[in-house]
């Protein structure tokens, strides 16, 4: 693990991506599965996300369930990049920005709390660029399960087959809860006291509701959510796959299946611009051992000689928690 030395900040960042306790002194927990303090837990976490090895401590939501979100691409000339990169920044609902070796050069997610923000984004977007901008809508996750362990391979993935989602779980409040779990739960020994003070609400609701949401499907990860490139996973490779609508699903669980994916879904084609369906992202230490997993991805039967794109990204402009309620609406 690269400028991690300790074996506790080690620990914490291996160990606790996911699975976050859900009780009332959660780094107190934390604390005694590693075998030190509850104080010393906060510490390093709270000196971890200033060197900027953690993003936060909090939850990531599943896809287009309590919000809306879409992957989007623009072709931007090569002089103009910064420029484009920094307008498409400023727009609330982007929470992801990336430059990639392709024609369409600058990638982004755009979120909201429902798709008529998603879709006023991409407008504002479109708008304020003058560049056409492509609405890749998410259609089927194989994948979307991301960690990665700090021995130097990618987390196994935990899920071969998109996990079971229980939407009539939502009940009302859990937007306003998710907006803060997704941005990052504050760093104290109490936290869901402390959220539940933010919503009005008490901490045996706010423990109750996140235990629900997640047996749901609905909270797909919590834990400690790492800049991984910080740590030494430089190389991250979307590869996008022209395969036909109808061996997605044979292609999908295949390549979501192999080992070095870390991502993988299908996405809604773009007719006569961008044919491609399915999408898988290998996140590596370097070019060479991102190449090697394609290769082997390239190996499956459902993908032999299926036309595909290699798209390594060059920059990370951004990389925040999803919106998902609208700004009057949030806690926080």
Same mark, same amino acid.
């Given at each position: 693990?690269?400028?991690? *030395? ?20 959660? @780094?107190?927990?934390? *604390? ?19 060197? +900027? ?19 989007? /691409? ?11 990169? /920094? ?29 008529? *923000? ?23 996750? @194989?994948?979307?399960?991301? +960690? @990665? ?19 009539? #779980?939502?009940?009302? &409040? ?5 907006? $803060?779990?997704?941005?990052? !739960? ?23 509701? $996140? ?13 400690? $959510? ?11 490779? !979307? ?6 609508? +109808?061996?997605?699903?044979?292609? &999908?669980?295949?390549? #979501?299946?192999?080992? +070095? ?10 007719? &006569? ?7 898988? !992202? ?7 051992? #991102?190449? *090697? ?5 390239? #190996? ?16 990370? @402009? ?15």
């Amino acid at each position: 693990m690269k400028d991690i *030395a300790h074996p506790i900040d080690r620990a914490l960042l291996d160990d606790w991506q996911r699975g976050f306790p859900v009780v009332p002194r959660p @780094f107190a927990a934390l *604390a005694t599965a590693i075998g030190t303090s509850e104080t010393d837990v906060l510490t390093r976490l709270a000196d971890l996300q200033e060197s +900027g090895h953690v993003t936060r401590v909090g939850a990531t939501c599943a896809p287009n369930t309590l919000s809306a979100s879409t992957l989007a /691409a623009v072709a931007v000339p090569e002089n103009q990049v910064e420029k484009v990169a /920094a307008i498409i920044n400023e727009d609330p609902g982007v929470n992801h920005s990336y430059e990639r070796e392709d024609q369409w050069n600058i990638w982004f997610v755009a979120t909201g709390p429902d798709r008529d *923000a998603v879709n006023a984004s991409l407008e504002r977007i479109a708008g304020r660029t003058g560049l056409r901008v492509l609405d890749l809508r998410l259609k089927q996750p @194989f994948n979307i399960d991301l +960690g @990665f362990k700090m021995n130097g391979k990618a987390a196994p993935v935990t899920h071969s087959s998109p996990r079971s989602l229980d939407q009539s #779980a939502i009940r009302e &409040g859990d937007k306003e809860l998710m907006s $803060i779990l997704t941005t990052g !739960m504050p760093l104290v020994p109490a936290p869901y006291a402390v959220v539940a003070d933010q919503l009005l609400r008490t901490e045996q609701e706010v423990i109750t509701r $996140i235990r629900a949401l997640s047996d749901a499907g609905i909270l797909s990860r919590f834990g400690v $959510i790492v800049r991984h490139r910080k740590l030494g996973w430089k190389s991250n490779a !979307m590869v996008v796959w022209n395969v036909p609508e +109808g061996r997605i699903y044979e292609a &999908g669980t295949q390549l #979501a299946a192999l080992p +070095g994916v870390t991502l993988c879904y299908e996405r809604r084609p773009v007719a &006569g611009v961008w044919p491609y369906r399915l999408y898988c !992202m290998i996140h590596a230490q370097s070019r060479e051992d #991102a190449l *090697a997993v394609l290769d082997n991805a390239k #190996a499956l039967p459902a993908l032999s000689n299926v036309d595909h794109k290699v798209l390594f990204s060059t920059r990370c @402009f951004r990389q925040t928690g999803a919106m998902i309620a609208r700004s009057k609406e949030a806690a926080i």
